[in-house]
């Protein structure tokens, strides 16, 4: 643990530990008579443990220092450093990792001669006295190790570091414990209970001496000057016991035999103690142990004198003989729980032992199970005495032998899972190469694929023939960003910001809508290596994994230069046609009006028929000029509108009635709604009207005689929705995928039978949607439909 240590903390941590030591021997526990636990070692371990020998032997040297004040002698030093020299080395040279077995070692190689031969020799006390001290020692060492290896247990368990703890230590400490718990506790108490009983004892005796000798004195009228007679009595009857009259208020006895009273008149200075049943007990002062003190000291009691107020028996009797008593006794208690002691050790031991023995052949088996499992097959465990090791045994036999049935399973499908796997790699090659030959061949598409971030991952043959870039230029490095007009980046933004309600910016305005699950391709400028501008249709998808998560995205431009520039002449191939045959077309079809209405005289019934044909088709003619006009000014975005807040009924009223002799020459009905919500809406108002007129005539020409035309309103959120519904045979399935294209139509037959350009829709859907709105139309399966616009309103 020391080389964990900064220099700072392995001072604080000795210091600390020193401390500790000194206090744990100032801290003194009683264990029964004359026999203390002090706990100064449990430093002395841990500094073992935590900081090596020799802050050990610091530690230890600092713990002495205290005894030597305590005892008044300095030969408990040795035995303390030699100890925790003894025991650092046993852990950390030999790795004995047990405390509590390397403290054991210690005192009974080293420390019990050490001890028996510093008091035997030295100090010359008794063999029986040196014994007991020595052994004293040794189990209050052994003890403390236990205290320590306790510690140092719970510290790990709650660090909860890996491998820091083993079974053998746990159990151990754990058995080791219990055991003199449960050995040590009856054997304290029955120590302390001797005293008591003994006290009580000697307690009573006294009583009796001192109430008989007053019975006495009280009994004999003549009792004053027979006083000689009754102590020599007592005396002789109590022969250890010291018997005296006293009065209360006098130090000094009345009659007292020839020898000293050491109660009153003591030859050392002492102090006087209550101990029980009004026991009294003089104890000397000085520099005595505690047992010496003992030894040297007087029990008494005092009982008055029944007729003779003042007066007062005293016994006294020297406390020497209970001493020796409990001495004797002590011995036999302690040599008991030695016995305990080693047995406990042993015991714990074994345990221990035999757990981890059975845990370590577990282990050991489970490894050749894991061998044999690899084989196809293995050597089941044998059974264990003990119930829980037999079943872990036996569950790991079933494991086993499922494990080593799957593996002979997989082993047998190893060979089929192969040819598979080769199966699906050559599938994979075939697609591989599938994928590369189409992107070698899509040149004339620009195929650019990225990751989420936008990055390129892919820039295909087309791209590089397209923009003049390389891949190796642009793979890994770029985004598509490079390739694009940055205004023109910023204005789609700006659109879809708008569009979606949310800030859409940088290269998220490429995939925004990809997301959305939109795929309409749109239209932009791609800005090539040369700084060349190409038109470009662009489509982007989003690229989903396995488990349906955005990877990446990939866009498909295609080169529309071409295309723009048929659009560019056939635009103004239009423009061209429809202004040179708007002028004379108008005044052709002003002359035959004037022929038709008779104004240059009457014609015969055919060529009537001839003129009304020629003006219709001339009408028919200006209004395709006009929308062919219209489209083109859309288009090129030269269609201005005046958008302004109006009454929606009021325009509602005058589109029916501008349509009302359509209506009536075609035997159609319109039915205006009478109830609609009184709203304005913001429009171009001859716009609108131009809207309602393709409408309503749609819906005229494609109802049946006698039918009818109904216009309805409703608001939807913001919008107000106007309805025309006609009784026509509805829409075609198959044409309501384009029936908002110009010049669309159900069928040719519909261009002879009804007439019309196939525009009208077209332009409505532009207009529409330039003045904030939208339309569509509901054509259920059978006859009828339903065409509506939607406009911002307000009340």
């Not at 058995?175 to 009573?204: K, T």
């Not at 190469?433 to 990055?455: M, P, Q, Y």
Request: charged letters at 15%; one cysteine or more; a neutral charge.
């Amino acid at each position: 643990m020391t080389e964990h240590l900064s220099i700072g903390r392995y001072a604080l941590a000795l210091v600390a530990l020193s401390g500790a030591a000194w206090i744990g021997n100032w801290l003194n526990v009683p264990l029964f008579f004359g026999v203390d636990l002090i706990f100064g070692s449990v430093a002395v371990m841990l500094a073992i443990v935590w900081l090596g020998v020799w802050a050990a032997v610091a530690v230890a040297l600092v713990g002495a220092l205290y005894t030597l004040t305590l005892w008044g002698q300095p030969l408990a030093i040795p035995a303390f450093v030699l100890e925790a020299m003894l025991v650092g080395w046993l852990y950390h040279r030999r790795k004995l990792k047990n405390l509590v077995l390397a403290d054991l070692l210690f005192w009974v190689l080293v420390g019990i001669p050490v001890v028996a031969f510093f008091y035997g020799a030295v100090l010359n006390m008794a063999a029986s006295a040196v014994g007991l001290i020595a052994i004293k020692q040794a189990v209050n060492g052994v003890f403390n190790a236990l205290l320590a290896g306790l510690i140092l247990l719970s510290i790990a368990y709650w660090r909860k570091q890996a491998g820091t703890l083993s079974l053998p230590w746990i159990v151990f400490h754990g058995v080791l414990s219990a055991i003199l718990l449960a050995g040590m506790a009856p054997i304290l108490v029955d120590a302390r209970n001797q005293r008591e009983h003994h006290e009580g004892m000697m307690a009573e005796r006294l009583n009796d001496i001192a109430i008989v000798m007053a019975a006495r004195l009280s009994a004999d009228p003549d009792a004053s000057r027979r006083l000689d007679y009754h102590l020599s009595r007592m005396q002789a009857m109590f022969p250890l016991a010291t018997v005296a009259l006293i009065t209360a208020d006098v130090e000094t006895p009345i009659l007292a035999p020839d020898h000293i009273l050491h109660v009153i008149k003591p030859a050392f200075p002492g102090v006087h103690a209550s101990s029980q049943e009004g026991l009294n007990i003089w104890l000397p002062t000085g520099d005595f142990s505690a047992v010496a003190r003992w030894r040297a000291g007087y029990y008494w009691v005092s009982v008055p004198v029944f007729d003779q107020p003042g007066y007062q028996v005293l016994v006294e009797h020297p406390a020497v003989q209970l001493v020796q008593r409990m001495e004797s006794q002590r011995l036999t208690k302690f040599a008991l729980l030695v016995a305990i002691f080693l047995l406990a050790i042993v015991l714990a031991g074994l345990i221990s032992r035999l757990l981890a023995r059975s845990v370590t052949k577990i282990a050991d088996a489970s490894q050749k199970i894991a061998k044999g499992v690899l084989n196809g097959h293995f050597k089941p465990l044998a059974s264990h005495p003990i119930l829980e090791f037999d079943q872990l045994s036996s569950a790991m036999n079933d494991m086993g032998a499922e494990l080593a049935g799957s593996v002979r399973v997989l082993r047998d499908s190893r060979g089929q899972l192969e040819k598979s796997v080769a199966s699906r790699t050559r599938q994979l090659a075939d697609t591989n190469g599938l994928l590369t030959s189409v992107l070698a061949a899509a040149e004339d598409f620009s195929i650019i694929a990225t990751d989420r971030e936008g990055i390129i991952s892919l820039f295909n043959a087309g791209a590089e023939r397209m923009l003049g870039y390389t891949a190796d230029e642009l793979v890994g490095r770029e985004t598509p960003g490079i390739l694009h007009d940055s205004q023109e980046v910023e204005y789609v933004a700006k659109e879809l910001s708008a569009r979606h309600g949310a800030d859409i910016s940088g290269f998220n305005v490429f995939v925004a809508e990809a997301e959305l699950g939109i795929r309409q391709p749109r239209e932009w400028t791609y800005i090539t290596q040369s700084g060349e501008r190409l038109p470009v249709s662009l489509v982007v998808t989003v690229i989903r994994g396995a488990d349906g998560a955005v990877t990446g995205y990939l866009g498909i431009a295609e080169d529309i230069s071409e295309r723009k520039r048929l659009e560019r002449i056939k635009s103004e191939f239009i423009s061209t046609v429809s202004h040179e045959l708007r002028t004379p077309l108008t005044s052709i079809s002003g002359a035959l009006g004037m022929l038709k209405a008779g104004a240059l005289g009457s014609l015969s019934a055919q060529a009537t028929d001839m003129v009304a044909l020629a003006h219709n088709n001339s009408l028919r003619l200006t209004a395709l000029i006009n929308d062919l006009l219209d489209i083109e000014k859309i288009a090129a975005g030269k269609l201005t509108f005046v958008t302004r807040w109006v009454d929606l009924q009021e325009q509602l009223l005058q589109a029916v009635s501008t349509m009302a002799t359509y209506a009536q020459h075609q035997a159609v009905a319109i039915d205006l709604a009478a109830e609609m919500p009184a709203v304005l809406v913001h429009v171009d108002v001859q716009r609108l009207q131009q809207i309602m007129a393709n409408l309503l005539s749609n819906a005229i020409k494609f109802s049946p005689h006698g039918g009818k035309v109904n216009v309805s309103t409703n608001v939807v959120g913001t919008h107000i929705r106007i309805c025309v519904s006609d009784q026509g045979k509805g829409v075609p399935e198959d044409f309501k995928a384009r029936i908002f294209q110009r010049f669309a139509q159900a069928d040719s037959s519909d261009r002879r039978e009804k007439g019309g350009t196939g525009l009208g829709l077209a332009i409505s859907k532009e207009l529409v949607e330039n003045m904030g709105g939208s339309i569509g139309f509901d054509s259920a399966p059978g006859p009828g439909a339903t065409f509506w616009i939607e406009l911002p309103c307000r009340q």
